[in-house]
């Protein structure tokens, strides 16, 4: 069985600065840039996003937890209507829902891998029509100014909808663009594939980018380094273990100690210990 090969190809593409200018280019990768897409890989990512967003506590009431309707409304025979035991039954106005929506959980389990690759599909198909953009900034110098970064993002694009993805420590271009209805702002490591296809183009910084890139692609976690379990080499040399007083080095030799019989531990000189003996009972000592 054959396995068929996909060519992923690099793409480059300008920085733009706040003055218009282009700072240079960056390569977007082809493992996260030029994937192919997967339709329905894409669909079953986004409906369980969605899904996992619902609260699910809407709740309705059946005829057993509506209040009232304790009483019989007629009697059993001789009306001419149909028999009826509560006010609250469903058919009544004011009566309890049958099979009404219950508090649940809409939550579903979608792999890491699969999210990664429905990631990778929908970056790629921004990019391929040329809707992945690159600033080095939004904003020269250290206040931050929404009407600069608005003059900035316009010249970059005109979409209604753009997604603007920043790195986690960059407050400055967050403050700038936060107000900004058109403009959805969003982590390095939060990108996810709804943003990605509800937003006509994708911006990145150009230190957003480095961050995303930089993360793995095999639905691992982002940005968390894993612990060093290896033990440090203690410099100098190894300390000794001096004995107890009143031990030998025979003594701290468990494999050469020989057990000593009872008769010898009982001519033992002072400072041994005595050897064991069974207690005698109160009958054994009158005998």
């Known amino acids: 069985m054959t396995q068929s090969t996909e060519t992923r190809t690099d793409r480059e593409v300008d920085v733009r600065t706040p003055a218009g200018e282009t700072a240079g280019s960056v390569t977007l990768p082809g493992e996260l840039f030029d994937a192919s897409a997967n339709v329905s890989l894409m669909h079953q990512v986004v409906v369980a996003q969605l899904a996992a967003a619902r609260q699910g506590t809407h709740a309705t009431k059946t005829r057993g937890q509506v209040s009232g309707g304790g009483a019989k409304p007629y009697r059993q025979k001789g009306t001419g209507r149909a028999r009826q035991g509560s006010t609250r039954a469903p058919q009544f106005e004011g009566g309890g829902t049958v099979h009404g929506p219950q508090p649940r959980d809409y939550t579903q389990r979608t792999p890491k891998k699969m999210k990664a690759a429905a990631l990778r599909g929908a970056l790629s198909d921004r990019a391929r029509e040329n809707r ?137 000189p002072e400072g041994t210990a005595a050897p064991l003996t069974r207690p005698t009972s109160a009958s054994e000592e009158t005998k």
């Not at 316009?154 to 967050?174: F, G, M």
């Not at 976690?221 to 080499?233: I, Q």
């Open 132 to 268: 992945v953009h690159v600033v080095s900034t939004f904003v020269d110098g250290d206040a931050p100014k929404t009407k600069a970064a608005l003059a900035t993002l316009e010249a970059i694009t005109s979409a209604k909808r753009v997604l603007v993805v920043l790195d986690h420590d960059d407050v400055l271009n967050w403050v700038s663009l936060r107000n900004v209805p058109q403009v959805h702002l969003i982590e390095a490591g939060q990108l996810n594939t709804y943003d990605v296809l509800v937003s006509d183009e994708v911006v990145f910084t150009e230190t957003a980018l480095a961050e995303f890139v930089a993360g793995p692609t095999s639905g691992k976690r982002r940005g968390v380094e894993k612990p060093d379990l290896t033990t440090p080499d203690v410099p100098g040399a190894i300390p000794s273990i001096q004995p107890a007083q009143g031990t030998t080095d025979l003594d701290l030799d468990s494999d050469t100690t020989e057990e000593k019989p009872a008769s010898e531990l009982a001519s033992s």
